[in-house]
């Protein structure tokens, strides 16, 4: 079975690509179409598969700048020649579902979400821009939203991570899908009695996953707060950052465990699509303080602050995005934490383990193609 596999950029890795290396070792001989490639960026196990990049690859400043060319990205998306395989699945958050598929060929798409920009982020992205800026911006996601809408028609299938992206992708495109979540490596991580006393949070610094609300929050707080990341947003955020908040922006994998390993708490401040590292953080046994919207309602057994524990609680959700709302919340923490068990948190990790992931992709994938080839 010749499959070929489309995702928006390969530059690090994240959630997303923890998705796609996965099926990369269901799939050794696929083929990956992207946007964009850094080598050295991605697991050796991707950059083992061929892998096809467009035009913007070779576009001025392309590696610390490719997303300023944002509105040619359908055009470039929709230029690879996929005719000859026996199925196309695309991992998108972008623009990757819309790549032009032959009729006749299966497109299976596991979303991560319609695309923000278009979608459910477009106010928080515009009101970032000033008066000029915004305007042009205005045009270019009212032309991105008619696109994405439009190239939703040319999927046969959409797989999403969640019950959080599956009522999205009702909303936008007026799909229905199935839910298969994002793989958790739990091996790589093991219960931690190691409490070196600083909140954690790992993300990519970009503006929707509100590290900025984090570093407020610990703004005369009395605590430290380390975190692990990189992206646009870096530079701001260091600016306007407190003395008791540090920046580690490269970190390989092994750091990033022992980070989890040695920390009190995970913070997860923005509603996310999912959200693959409060599962880490769970695997190693920790808490996680976070947003109650979002993916994180799947994956945190969680309370309220003012709330009780049901069950075996492995976190505890705020329900405002403020500093002052997620700065209460961390001191209920500290007054509930020895109801946190280490093992209870590591369990419920579990039931999202990369060999689930990967036989439920495997099946999902043969059952279309079987499907097709009648």
Request: with cysteine; charged share 25%; hydrophobic share 40%.
């Amino acid at each position: 079975m010749r499959i070929a596999l489309v995702c928006d950029w390969l530059t690090g890795m994240r959630g997303g690509e923890r998705c796609l290396e996965a099926v990369c070792e269901l799939y050794p001989k696929a083929d990956i179409y992207t946007l964009v490639h850094f080598p050295g960026t991605v697991s050796s196990t991707i950059e083992s598969h061929k892998i096809h990049t467009s035009y913007i690859q070779r576009l001025p400043r392309s590696r610390e700048k490719f997303r300023r060319y944002l509105p040619i990205f359908p055009n470039a998306i929709r230029r690879f020649d996929l005719r000859g395989y026996d199925c196309v699945l695309s991992f998108s958050h972008c623009v990757a579902k819309g790549a032009a598929v032959p009729a006749g060929i299966p497109h299976i798409c596991y979303c991560h979400t319609p695309m923000r920009y278009a979608w459910h982020m477009r106010a928080d992205y515009l009101n970032r821009l000033g008066y000029i800026r915004k305007r042009v911006a205005v045009l270019v996601l009212d032309y991105l939203r008619r696109w994405d809408r439009k190239t939703s028609y040319g999927v046969t299938h959409f797989i999403a991570t969640s019950r959080n992206i599956q009522n999205r992708l009702r909303n936008a495109y007026g799909r229905e899908s199935v839910i298969i979540h994002p793989p958790v490596d739990c091996d790589r991580f093991a219960v931690s009695d190691a409490n070196d006393g600083y909140y954690l949070i790992v993300s990519a610094l970009v503006p929707y996953k509100r590290v900025d609300l984090a570093i407020r929050a610990f703004d005369g707080l009395a605590r430290e707060l380390v975190v692990v990341g990189n992206g646009p947003e870096l530079h701001f955020l260091k600016e306007s950052a407190p003395t008791n908040v540090t920046f580690v922006h490269d970190a390989g994998d092994r750091e990033v465990v022992e980070y989890m390993e040695r920390c009190r708490a995970l913070i997860f401040p923005g509603e996310e699509d999912f959200g693959i590292v409060p599962l880490e953080a769970q695997a190693c046994g920790k808490g996680v303080i976070a947003f109650g919207k979002g993916g994180a309602m799947e994956t945190v057994v969680g309370f309220e602050p003012d709330g009780e524990p049901a069950g075996n609680p492995t976190g505890i959700f705020f329900g405002k995005q403020s500093p002052m709302e997620l700065r209460k919340t961390i001191l209920r923490f500290e007054e509930i934490e020895e109801q946190f068990d280490k093992q209870a948190c590591r369990s419920n990790a579990l039931r999202f383990d990369r060999p689930v992931y990967k036989q439920l992709m495997r099946n999902f994938v043969q059952s279309v193609v079987g499907e097709h080839l009648g």
